[in-house]
């Protein structure tokens, strides 16, 4: 039943991102709305089946299927509330093809192995959910930067085409990179104390340098920088949009470093 809404979540989405490159082509409204109702009733089957999922594995996602199927939920509810909020259908041109990338390998994935004993809590799947939604905002954050890069590439090139005038100005571009990039990085500072916290309640533990904990560090360093950066230096435009793009590919090599690919996608 779970995997069944799955597969209908995902072909909604799929549709959905037609659609919105469909507006991208040529703009109307009712492409607009259909695919705002696309990605609402997607996202609708998609929760139902994730609760489904994680009612019966103590409220957390298992595998690297279930998380990549968790990431891809968040990316759209983020994505669909901008899109209501900003009224901005462009940005699904390049947001839901990415969410449909993301989810597709959690629908063809399986669950993996379950948690150890030693490292469950009873707050670790709001860890778990945190880290996912700071890393969705990164992701939504980074695809904000492309357009962002594409858009300046059109005005320095004085291209004054089709994406020129289907994107959204560069000053909008930037001020909505800011907040995704400041809602990102509290998500992963809380994911990192929340972490320690886990990780020394454990017997025996020993920092022990993993991939997936330098990634995150580094991840963590570049996003505190970005913040800075602009919040005291003034940064803006083309190196936030790089910054942003490296720090969400160093989140991603964390994100992919957190499972065990030996044993089917199990976490470790």
């Not at 954050?141 to 994406?163: H, I, P």
Request: hydrophobic residues 55%; contains cysteine; aromatic residues 10%.
């Amino acid at each position: 039943m779970n995997h069944a809404l799955l597969s209908l979540a995902c072909h909604a989405y799929i549709i959905a991102a037609l659609v919105y490159l469909a507006h991208l082509v040529r703009q109307m409204e009712g492409l607009a709305l259909a695919g705002r109702v696309l990605v609402g009733t997607g996202l609708l089957l998609h929760g139902v089946a994730l609760l489904g999922l994680f009612g019966a594995q103590g409220g957390r996602p298992v595998g690297l299927g279930q998380g990549f199927s968790t990431l891809a939920f968040l990316l759209l509810a983020i994505f669909l509330v901008l899109d209501v909020r900003y009224r901005k259908p462009v940005l699904g041109a390049f947001l839901t093809p990415l969410a449909v990338a993301v989810v597709l390998p959690g629908l063809l994935l399986g669950g993996g192995q379950p948690l150890s004993p030693e490292v469950q809590r009873p707050l670790l799947p709001l860890h778990i959910t945190i880290a996912l939604l700071g890393m969705a905002a990164s992701a939504v954050a980074t695809g904000v930067a492309v357009m962002y890069l594409v858009m300046e590439r059109q005005v320095k090139g004085k291209r004054f085409g089709l994406l020129f005038s289907r994107l959204p100005s560069l000053e909008f571009l930037d001020t909505l990179n800011r907040r995704l990039v400041v809602m990102g990085f509290i998500a992963l500072s809380v994911t990192l104390i929340t972490g320690a916290f886990f990780s020394s309640a454990s017997p025996g533990f020993v920092w022990s340098w993993e991939s997936k904990q330098i990634a995150t560090l580094v991840a963590w360093g570049v996003f505190a920088s970005l913040v800075g950066a602009r919040s005291f230096a003034g940064w803006q435009g083309r190196r936030v949009a790089l910054l942003t793009m490296t720090g969400f590919g160093l989140l991603l090599v964390s994100f992919l470093s957190s499972y065990d690919f030996s044993h089917a996608g199990g976490w470790r």
